[in-house]
Structure formats: structure tokens, C-alpha cells
């Protein structure tokens, strides 16, 4: 297996850290912008069938309740080099979500829903002229607890 350098293992992290980011604060158009315009995106709900192009994307998240509030965890990345502009990027994800808050202004947050996910995110980055994007991603979930 060969290594990216240093610096594509970095700004493929950041790329993968700022989807989380962006997914966990609604900002759908944000994220939808750091996929590649032909990207691919294999859903756990759907693994056979990928949404294609970062339109369908961006409408399978505006698709989602206005009060869903969602926080991933990202860790134990993962690097290899597919080619001199594309990095695989592995790593494991905590998923908590929530269906909203029930008492407005609890100091507390919203209570999460019933299962906290564990799952995995298998990343192709590619670096073309609008820099470092999202060209596919699997997710997949491995784990749960009530």
C-alpha cells in the first residue's frame, strides 16, 4: 500500500471532517459543495443504490425534518494513494441523533433517539480544479446500542 504525503492525507482528513461538520449543522448546500459534481454517495439505507451527482445529494439531505439534530464522531483514519490525484480515506464514525428538542431552551440539548450508531466511512477523495472533493463514499453502519 502506498501512502499519500502528508499533505493529501491532511486536506482529505479536513475534507472528511468538514462533511461531518457541515452535515451536523444542516448546512446541506455546504456539503453537498465539497462532493465532486459526478460524485457518488452509497446511503446504509440504500448500499446497492448510490445517489449520483451532487444535486441528488444535496436533495436526499433537504429531504430530511427541519429538527433533526445529528453529531458524527470521526476517528482512526485510514490513508492509501489510488492515484496521483485520488486518496482513499478509511474511518470509523459514532453517529448520535436526535428527533428534535421537546422542551425549548433545555440546557440539556435534545434527548437522542433510541440507538447511538457505529459505522464507517470508505472516502475517494479527488484533487481536480476546484481542489480536494468527495468523488465517492460508502457508509455503513457496524454497530448499535440502544
Not at 445529494?57 to 482512526?76: E, G, Q
Not at 440507538?115 to 464507517?120: C, D, F, M, N, P
Request: aromatic share 8%; charged share 25%; glycine share 6%.
Amino acid at each position: 500500500m502506498t501512502l499519500p504525503t502528508p499533505e493529501q492525507q491532511e486536506a482529505c482528513k479536513r475534507l472528511v471532517l468538514e462533511a461531518a461538520f457541515r452535515a451536523d449543522q444542516q448546512d446541506y448546500a455546504g456539503l453537498a459543495a465539497l462532493f465532486a459534481e459526478d460524485a457518488q454517495l452509497y446511503r446504509p439505507s440504500a448500499p446497492r443504490t448510490p445517489l449520483k451527482g451532487r444535486n441528488a445529494i444535496l436533495n436526499s439531505y433537504l429531504d430530511r425534518p427541519t429538527t433533526r439534530i445529528t453529531r458524527h464522531l470521526c476517528s482512526n483514519f485510514r490513508f492509501s494513494l489510488e492515484s496521483a490525484d485520488c486518496v482513499r480515506v478509511r474511518c470509523y464514525v459514532q453517529l448520535y441523533a436526535s428527533s428534535g428538542p421537546t422542551e425549548p431552551g433545555d440546557p440539556f440539548g435534545a434527548p437522542l433517539d433510541g440507538k447511538v450508531l457505529i459505522g464507517e466511512l470508505d472516502d475517494l477523495c479527488r484533487n481536480g480544479s476546484d481542489g480536494w472533493r468527495l468523488a465517492e463514499r460508502r457508509a455503513c453502519f457496524v454497530l448499535y446500542g440502544e
